[in-house]
């Protein structure tokens, strides 16, 4: 086993990912509970509200988790919501951009100030987001271009959070979604869906169990199970066929790897 | 008094802020607001500290030609130029800093956490072992969440969404809820021995 080359292993992942993404098997996506939970508490939201977007990941985690923002940005916009975004990672907010420029401007037509606000990135965690909590014009003085936020349409009246009709978080790990229910939810009672990676998803079980998170969308499936409900199939929708055969590879190698394992031991004397 | 005024300090503030947490006045929000605000500044100030960090660390890597010393050169340059882009020439839509973000950066993050699948699947192959009960029942229950949460799942057989979601809904929340509750009470019990400045390691030194 050991003398294994496990550049063999690479190959083998990086064939069963590449394939299906240049030749789709078209895989049907299932929409579980949480997700629809997800879309359901955004479907209620009532047309032309003011909502937060809070938008705390990277580009590391941008491949499943850039998805479900881009899908959550086409339910609120299609609604006409105002969308007020920030970030508490430092390396989000050109990606927030990026999200409100391909969704809001190309295609729904909305207008930065007006329509939607990227107020930035906020130092702090918990610290920013009690802030943002209880004061959203205290915390964001001006927008992410130094605009200040009295000069800007979108944000004029809104002040606490409470104001908003909906919170909805997209989360890579801390400060995130954890932060955002113990800090702001448990505090304000907002509405609260959040958008996690795969790996944090079963941390955050327990606060949709509980009513604390009002939706619960989970890495790349849980972003293409939302692009199917917005019928928008996007990148997370392409990538579920590489992802099946990703995790059916996996479940291979375990098996494989235990059959050697065994197998062996029992030919040592 | 070096050490007696800060944990003042600490007893003070800290109390406060559990009394604006359950007390919505609108003076104790205003003093809770303003120390808010104060924190957020100086935590900002610890970017600052974090880049002259990197930049004397690193400064001295290449001067004393230390262990892997070449990384650090395009480090620093990457640093300087990142600064000196945003700072001269902003940071919004269609900037040098913001292409270089989104072209450059961006990829290079997104394949340096994507190399992580291989190499997940080298030590699934390599280091996973069925060698006892538990380990088996962790194998199993990880075999049918990662199906379960795939579309091939339900391909293989329609009631492994079911299944997956089960150990998800009961077994995995029971265990993290158990794991919650120990977290919150052990950080509800360093919070108060911070405040009552029994706990004082924050402060350093001896």
Known sequence: MEKFDRRYIFLAILLLVLVPLLFPLGLPIRVSHEVQSAYDAVARVPDGSKVYFAADY??????????????????????????????????????????????????????????????????????????????????????????????????????????????????AGYPGTKEWVQQVQSRYHIELVAGCTAVSTPEYYPYFQSGQLVGLIGGMAGAAEYEKLVKRPGTASRGMDAQSLGHLALIAFIVLGNVVYFTSKKKTP | MKKEIPLLITAIFGSFMIVDYFVPHPAVSLVGETLQ??????????????????????????????????????????????????????????????????????????????????????????SFRVRTVEAGLLAAAAIIVMLGRVPVGAEIWDKLPAVSDWINNVPQMAAKRAIMIGASLGAISTGLKVILGLERNYLGGE
Not at chain 2, 45 to 55: E, K, M, P, R, W
């Open chain 1, 58 to 171: 990277d580009p590391a985690t941008m491949p499943e988790l850039h998805p479900m923002a881009l899908a959550a940005l086409d339910q609120l916009f299609s609604k006409n919501c105002k969308v007020i975004g920030a970030c508490l990672w430092p390396a989000c907010p050109p990606l927030l951009e990026d999200a409100f420029r391909r969704i809001g401007e190309e295609r729904y037509g909305k207008k930065y100030g007006v329509d939607f606000v990227n107020l930035g990135y906020k130092p702090g965690n918990e610290v920013a987001i009690v802030s943002v909590g209880r004061s959203i014009r205290a915390t964001f003085p001006t927008d992410f271009y130094g605009t200040p936020i009295d000069s800007i349409e979108v944000m004029k009246g809104v002040d606490s959070i409470t104001g908003l009709a909906i919170l909805v978080n997209i989360s």
């Open chain 2, 37 to 126: 605000q104060w924190a957020i500044i100086v935590i900002s100030f610890s970017y600052v500290l974090g880049v002259a960090n990197i930049a004397r660390i690193n400064g001295q890597k290449i001067s004393k030609r230390s262990k892997d010393w070449p990384f650090a050169v395009p480090l620093l340059i990457g640093l300087a130029f990142m600064l000196g882009a945003g700072i001269f020439g902003g940071i919004g839509e269609g900037t040098l800093f913001n292409d270089f973000f989104l072209y450059a950066y961006t990829p290079m993050s997104g394949t340096m956490f994507s190399l992580l699948a291989f190499f997940i699947a080298s030590a699934a192959f390599r």
